[in-house]
């Protein structure tokens, strides 16, 4: 393993003054975490010096890999030339020539791109958008938001409000008056007696039924990952996304693209929405990827049209009243630009399209294991489902064995982001097939010897 640094011999029992995301205040005391202490290629070590494959990729990020020696020397290059710059009073080379590189990239007429600090801002600036183009355009009634059941949007008030897992909601407050959920597209959920066809045609026709009660006057835009990521790596049915793109057109109901994901080549493509789906959004929300979680950097982009309406109909300044301290943060923005050199220079995209099919077939040959009801994968994301008695499914039960399964495999070897009853695999696109095949090695034994566990 090259680039991986020795990492010392100790063990944290517990993170008792350290409130993680998620986590249960009440377990604070209690709570056993794994700590990280160093990284190289798909690889992390823990403070044990166990050395584990990076599964989940950090959170769906670490695309180009741990260790990237470019991105290193890019983001110490940039400090010592320029650490900070106020993005509100000043501009700053290196954040203009990203929003130049990144606008030649994008789909259709997405050439206005605003940054932000990661996913969840990017979001938020995007909804945000849409409230301030409708204001603009004059009619401020039109602001409910279409999300659905087990979309992740993000963490701010705003983006936790438009997520649709639902367990996830208990004790915190959430907007409800204006945001609304359509059932989950996932074809594995529809009735015994349905096609995926007509699963895909119903899931359609909740959009435009959702859109026709509220009155489309009402309603200011729909919301969708591509592929539902945290909600569990739901592959919605062919033609699904292309089609609710078609009905908010008719609607005049914005379409926002959340590529948090998706974009910087999970799917293959540096954005999915056009290249994999044949969709052009109104607005597309990425992050994670852009930098490889090297540093956080979020990016909103948005289409001229929107802006060209609001000047039209605009005889007075129209101010976006929006930004953060560290929007287009220059040192974030060199290792944007050094992860961007690497995957034109490692043809990482090409990679990806060509070693996907490999991870689909070795990730499904799961199936024969009693517990796995379902697999999916697109791209270079993938979830194992696991249901300990298929047909009647005890989510917390089923929860608990993905857990199990986790632990497991970080004794193998393998870390597992497991989410709900399915374990999520999202690993850096550098992959080789080798390691593909470790990898679904471990996860086989991992969930075999959890399947042998008692409860
Ligand atoms: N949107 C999607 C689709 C996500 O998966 C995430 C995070 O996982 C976010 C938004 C929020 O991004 P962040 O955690 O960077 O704020």
């Not at 602001?143 to 438009?162: E, F």
Request: charged share 25%.
């Amino acid at each position: 393993m090259s680039g991986v640094v020795q990492a010392a011999d100790e063990t944290w029992k517990t993170d008792d003054h350290f409130l993680h995301p998620w986590q249960d205040v009440t377990a604070m005391d209690r709570d056993e975490w794994t700590h990280l202490e160093a990284s190289g290629g798909i690889y992390v070590r823990d403070s044990k010096g166990n050395q584990l494959i990076d599964g989940p990729g950090g959170m769906w990020c670490v695309n180009v890999g741990h260790g990237r020696e470019e991105i290193v020397e890019a983001v110490a290059g940039q400090m010592r030339k320029l650490s900070y710059f106020s993005p509100w009073s000043m501009a700053s080379t290196a954040s203009s020539e990203l929003a130049q590189r990144l606008t030649a990239m994008t789909p259709g007429d997405l050439n206005t791109v605003f940054f932000t600090t990661g996913g969840s801002t990017a979001v938020d600036s995007a909804l945000r958008f849409v409230f301030f183009y409708n204001n603009c355009l004059g009619r401020p009634e039109k602001k409910h938001i279409i999300s659905r059941v087990n979309a992740y949007h993000g963490s701010t008030y705003l983006t936790a409000s438009c997520s649709g897992k639902m367990r996830e909601k208990a004790q915190m407050d959430m907007i409800e008056d204006t945001i609304h959920f359509l059932p989950c597209p996932k074809p594995k959920d529809r009735a015994a007696d349905m096609s995926v066809e007509a699963f895909c045609d119903e899931k359609v026709a909740d959009l435009e039924n959702k859109i026709l009660e509220l009155g489309a006057d009402k309603v200011a835009a729909f919301i969708a990952e591509p592929v539902l990521a945290s909600g569990g790596v739901i592959i919605p049915p062919e033609g699904y996304y292309k089609r609710c793109h078609e009905i908010c057109k008719k609607h005049d109901v914005l379409f926002i693209a959340d590529e948090v994901v998706t974009a910087f080549g999970r799917l293959g493509y540096y954005f999915a929405s056009e290249d994999v789906f044949g969709v052009t959004p109104d607005l597309l929300t990425t992050a994670k990827g852009l930098t490889s979680g090297y540093l956080p950097l979020g990016a909103l982009f948005i289409s001229d049209r929107l802006i060209e309406e609001i000047k039209s109909v605009s005889n007075e300044p129209r101010s976006f009243f929006s930004g953060f301290t560290y929007s287009g943060h220059p040192v974030s923005v060199a290792a944007a630009q050094a992860n961007l050199d690497i995957f034109e220079n490692d043809k990482l995209l090409e990679h990806v399209r060509e070693i996907s099919p490999y991870f689909a077939n070795a990730l499904k040959s799961l199936s024969d294991l009693p517990v796995v009801t379902d697999v999916r994968v697109q791209g270079m994301m993938a979830a194992v489902e696991c249901e300990l008695d298929a047909g009647t499914p005890d989510e917390n039960r089923d929860t608990g064995f993905t857990a199990k399964v986790d632990a497991i495999c970080q004794e193998l070897g393998l870390l597992v982001r497991p989410t709900y009853n399915a374990c999520v695999m999202s690993p850096p696109l550098t992959i080789t097939k080798a390691e593909i095949d470790d990898l679904v090695a471990k996860l086989r034994e991992g969930i075999t010897r959890a399947m042998q566990i008692e409860d």
